[in-house]
C-alpha cells in the first residue's frame, strides 16, 4: 500500500507562481513513477507532469515551459513548480504514485483569479 498527499495548493493571480508538494509513504520502495493530473470543472482528468523512478519527466503540451516537476532527494517526494500561471490552469490538481496499482491523493485546489 501507498499513500499520497499533495500541499501547496491556493489562490494566485494570473502571470503568478506556486509550488505544489506530493509525499508518499507506505511501500515506497515498489513505486516506479509520480506526477500529476489535474481536473477542471466539467473537464476530464488530464495529466500535467510525470517523472519516472529514473528522472525522465513528461509534460503535457499546455504546460511545457511554465511547469516544472522534480524529485525530492528522498525519491518518495515530488514537486511541480508552476510559473506563469493563467486562468485555464484553475483545477484541483492531483498526485498520483505508480506501484502495482495508480494510488491518488486527495487533490489540491489551484486557483488563478485576479
Known amino acids: 500500500q501507498v499513500q499520497v498527499v499533495e500541499s501547496g495548493g491556493g489562490l494566485v493571480q494570473p502571470g503568478g507562481s506556486l509550488r505544489l508538494s506530493c509525499a508518499a509513504s507506505?511501500?515506497?520502495?515498489?513505486?516506479?513513477?509520480m506526477g500529476w493530473h489535474r481536473q477542471a470543472p466539467g473537464k476530464e482528468r488530464e495529466l500535467v507532469a510525470s517523472i519516472t523512478r529514473g528522472g525522465s519527466t513528461n509534460y503535457a503540451d499546455s504546460v511545457k515551459g511554465r511547469f516544472t516537476i522534480s524529485r525530492g532527494n528522498a525519491k518518495d517526494t515530488v514537486y511541480l513548480q508552476m510559473n506563469s500561471l493563467k486562468p485555464g490552469d484553475t483545477a484541483v490538481y492531483y498526485c498520483y504514485a505508480v506501484s502495482i496499482t495508480t494510488y491518488w491523493g486527495q487533490g489540491t485546489q489551484v486557483t488563478v483569479s485576479s
Open positions: 507506505g511501500s515506497i520502495l515498489s513505486i516506479n513513477g
